[in-house]
């Protein structure tokens, strides 16, 4: 995987809860590592067009995604927006 060990403890540090490296269960962070690998996919798809396990490995994980978006929407609508804005993950 690209992601190193420290980009994602500078992950888990922005968008953690408590704000330290050792939060890696929350939804938010969560939900920006799995769009940082998005990201990261989604480039790699660019270029490589017929990379069908790439291809499968994004939807997944745009599920996971989804998944902890509307889990996070249903508990605390006021975290969901901010990861949303944070993220720029909607227009």
Not at 30 to 39: D, V
Not at 43 to 70: P, T
Request: aromatic share 8%; proline share 0%; glycine share 4%.
């Amino acid at each position: 995987m690209h992601l190193t060990t420290e980009a994602k403890k500078e992950i888990f540090e922005k968008f953690g809860k408590a704000k330290s490296t050792t939060d890696t269960g929350s939804a938010e962070s969560q939900i920006a590592l799995f769009t940082e690998r998005i990201n990261h996919i989604t480039s790699h798809l660019k270029k490589n067009k017929k990379d069908f396990s790439a291809e499968l490995s994004l939807v997944k994980l745009v599920g996971k995604r989804r998944s902890l978006l509307n889990y996070l929407q249903r508990k605390d609508v006021f975290r969901y927006r901010a990861i949303i804005k944070e993220l720029e993950i909607r227009k």
